[in-house]
């Protein structure tokens, strides 16, 4: 449980000289392994390890990451005492390889890769052909008897190591060779002859010294130390630090230095490069599947110098070394057991493996890999569904936008909900409404959105905000209802006077069709074509899978018959929350909720409610029809009552004029609901206190509800909520009120149905009172939004402005609104458990929160002992793998 704290490490805390840093590797001799990732980073442990069983990999060592500490404790240099060692580690490849670093006769030429633990693709160039200089090009070119070979190399190290060691612009040279290129009329590197080539070392040597003012190092020890400086100064650069940031890796793990001894694929039309998965990563099938260039080197398969072959057609090029090829991925992908991404070299028909890794795969191509896998009989269904990220799943279950379409991009905001969409923009939700009836796909633009514009965002197809965090109501709102929104997209200048937004010089005015990628955070002009989502056959496996391994159950959060049938076709078993307020918007019933707020005495409410009544009833037959039989959880009125009315004077006079009632009267009346804080003011259980007629009707309609049920021979088991609960005696006061309710709908209907009367946990009173609040309920859902907001006294809708800092500054770990803080907020979740437990033994207890669909947060539920989860119908499946995880993950544990 450190989510929120800040704990280093503590693996560095000494910072004495670690008294083995440089490890080995060559056939026969792997002082590493692949359970060494820590210590040598992903690349190195991998490259020990394949060594280690026998595949050709070219000899060398790695630097371990604590020597990265080190270079920055020293002030950004390498510490003096690491250098011996180096050479030490060197020379005993020297004496494998038969040749010398910086030999003038026979050169020794290594590469320097950086390596952290996690793969950080990109992060830094690696410095190829390292140990060239004016007199050893002139030995590599004799010892190869190809100069064409040695100065091309040469030229390769210059470009790479101005770039990566000495800061220059590599663009510059690379406009050099392009130039002597199209001078030459020519189109490939491979056409430039040796000729050429020294003229271009020559004239990239000058160029180093004048953009520099330093010259082109000609020591190769020089040339060493400064690689591996450049490596270590790449864990800091800032892109490295985004990427960090991004994917949650912590600055003090640090980055290890690999030195290996050059294999070369520019050597003729024998010698290639490539890289390769062992399984398609984007559709998971189980065929080889990857590229290579004939006489090219290192990047430039990926740089797209020249365009590189399938590596289906390696077995005719190159027979002898594709067959080897074929037997060591498998080799790999048997012993790793999983899909390996890899990279190799060909060096005069001769294989050798550079690189392996787990591949990075689809959600798609995931489930189709765990599931062959399965058949294979290399991993195990546990193993399967430990390997699923199961955030991945959202991928899966939005229509995205097609890959192969052509797009033009306005801008980019955040990445808040995901789905590709597309529709005409409108600005208000009054006109997504309008337009939505009218038959016509609409996207709402708003500068942020409030609750006022939920039924614009119910209306639109997607939403897109000028403003906003990735906890902004927008953001939230939208990915509860499953629906695409671009968040906080500050690219783009909303005019809600003229209905128009300016983006990239175009300016778009209501009307207008754009598209949305949810998943990106993309805006495209246009309609850009979208793909269904297909959940085949590996997706139903796999939540079979993890519905037999799971100990809790899953939810849905739904309001709606439309979400209730999506939560139940997702494999939801029941409702954990049915907010009845949103049930109050629809527009044959607004205006009776109104009458009911602004009614002065209990008759005219009690008017207001009748009307309210069957509509209610009807609601929650609904929901109670298509539940069949699994629990549905209702929550009574929960928000403030001035959220239901409008606030304008236009509004107000038009209400006025509908319900017959005295336009300024109605004004005043709407002023007195102003509250100055209204999340914590007149709302949830409070409303009940002073009008208990709301929830009484409420209950009325849930119990008449239930009571056509059961005349019509289904089967359903309500249970009805409680919010906002702070104290036992409101509960006892308020379920003492429900229950008359419930018992005098079935001595009128004579009928008899089991229910239950629980409550909310959302306030920290409840919480660590909760072995009193028991007596009172039968059941508990932790409503962890408002638990999170009163418990930090932090705000949901005004903390997006600041949070963003808090996280990048390490306070929170992640945002609290999206993965619970497990040390605050999670111990009053779990002492709030513990504690009604002890007073009932059998309490049923779940979590109804936005935390109920996140899968670290899953994990702590499950450690908590919940009885189950509940969250947006469109995250259910990944509550479900998540569930089985934290299970799986327990039991590990244990
Ligand atoms: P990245 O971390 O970006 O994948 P690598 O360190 O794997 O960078 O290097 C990129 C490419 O450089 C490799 O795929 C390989 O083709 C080439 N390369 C690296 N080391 C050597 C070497 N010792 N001999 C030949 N090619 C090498
Ligand atoms: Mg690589
Ligand atoms: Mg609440």
Known sequence: METLTNTKSNEKATMAQPEKFVYFFAAGEAEGNASMKNTLGGKGANLAEMTAIGLPVPPGFTISTDICTHFYKEGGRLPEWVRPKVIEALQKVENKIGKKFGDIKNPLLVSVRSGARASMPGMMDTILNLGLNDQTVEGLAQSSNNPRFAWDSYRRFIQMYSDVVMGMNSSLLEVTLEDMKADKGIHNDTDLTTDDLKKLVKKFKDMVQQMTGQSFPNDPFEQLWGSISAVFRSWNTPRAITYRDLHGIPAEWGTAVNVQSMVFGNLGDDSATGVAFTRNPSTGERKFYGEYLINAQGEDVVAGIRTPQPISTLQEVMPAPYKDLETIYQKLESYFKDMQDIEFTIEKNKLWMLQTRNGKRTAKAALQIACDMIDEKMITEEEAILRIDPASLDQLLHPTLDPKAQKVELAKGLPASPGGVCGQIVFTPEDAVEMKEKGHKVILVRVETSPEDIAGMVAAQGILTSRGGMTSHAAVVARGMGKCCVAGCADIEVNYNTETFKAKGYILKKGDVITLDGSTGEVFLGEVKTIEPKLDGTFNRLMTMADKVRRMNVRANADTPKDAQTARDFGAQGIGLCRTEHMFFGADRIDAVREMIIAETRPEREKALTKLLPMQREDFYQLFKIMDGYPVTIRLLDPPLHEFVPHTDAEINELAKRINYDAARLKNKIQSLHEFNPMLGHRGCRLAVTFPEIYQMQSRAIAEAAAQMVKEGKKLVPEIMIPLIATAKELE??????????????????????????????????????????????????????????????????????????????????????????????????????????????????????????????????????????????????????????????????
């Open 733 to 894: 006061m308020l379920r003492a009120q429900t229950i008359e309710a419930v018992e005098k709908v079935q001595k009128e209907k004579g009928v008899k149905f089991d229910y239950l009367v629980g409550t909310m946990i959302e306030l920290p009173r409840a919480a660590v009172t909760a072995h009193e609040i028991a007596k009172q309920a039968d059941f508990f859902s932790f409503g962890t939004n408002d638990l999170t907001q009163t418990t930090l006294g932090l705000s949901r809708d005004d903390s997006s402005r600041f949070l963003g800092s808090y996280v990048s500054q390490g306070i929170f770990a992640k945002d609290p609104f999206v993965s619970i803080d497990q040390v605050g907020v999670g111990t009053l979740v779990k002492t709030g458990v513990d504690l009604g437990r002890q007073t009932k033994g059998n309490l049923k207890v779940g979590v109804c929160g936005e935390h109920g669909g996140d899968p670290d947060s899953i994990e702590f539920f499950e450690n908590v002992n919940l009885d189950y989860v509940s969250c947006s119908p469109f995250r259910v499946p990944i509550a479900r793998l998540a569930a089985a995880r934290a299970t799986l993950l327990r039991k590990k544990k244990k």
